[in-house]
């Protein structure tokens, strides 16, 4: 899926180099944002608001994982995802049917050349109606997602 550069909007104001692109009309929240008690930055979430056309189809929650990997588990991150970065493996579960009416995927990221900060991706989609409307757009998104070298603060 491709989306014009006039239809996204680019993320990269971090302490720890995640940068990714998401399309107009979501809405990104840095975690701390709603968890006050959390002081370093560990990812986003990233939803379809109010303004978007459908509100709350979508919720993807995107975040560090710690140096040893503990979210990553081969049996359950079993197919290959393929990215836009081609330095970059990553993984993706099946879709998994969660409550109601709601479908679940879990993406892994190892997008860090250091190995770590890679990166663990929960996609919540309201309906499976709304995970065929949005499935390609999501992978578009995560296919963005890279850790980078977090720029340098500059000399006074």
Request: hydrophobic share 30%; no cysteine.
């Given at each position: 899926l491709l989306?014009?550069?006039?239809?996204?909007?680019?993320f990269d104001q971090n302490d720890i180099g995640l940068k990714l692109w998401y399309p107009l009309g979501w809405k990104l929240l840095d975690n701390r944002m709603i968890d006050l008690t959390q002081k370093e930055f560990n990812g986003v979430i990233l939803n379809t608001d109010s303004l978007s056309e459908d509100t709350g189809a979508v919720n993807m929650f995107?975040?560090?994982?710690?140096?040893?990997?503990?979210?990553?588990n081969k049996a359950t991150?079993?197919?290959?995802?393929?990215?836009d970065d081609s330095l970059s493996a990553a993984y993706v579960t099946d879709p998994?049917?969660?409550?109601?009416?709601?479908?679940?995927?879990?993406?892994y990221l190892f997008t860090d050349p250091t190995g770590l900060k890679n990166i663990q991706v929960n996609v919540d989609y309201a309906s499976q109606a709304m995970m065929e409307k949005y499935q390609k757009l999501v992978d578009a998104v995560i296919r963005s997602i890279k850790i980078a070298e977090p720029p340098k603060p500059k000399d006074p």
């Open positions: 989306v014009p550069d006039s239809l996204r909007a680019n995107i975040l560090i994982d710690d140096p040893k990997h503990s979210a990553y991150y079993k197919n290959p995802f393929q990215m998994i049917k969660s409550s109601g009416k709601k479908f679940s995927t879990k993406y």
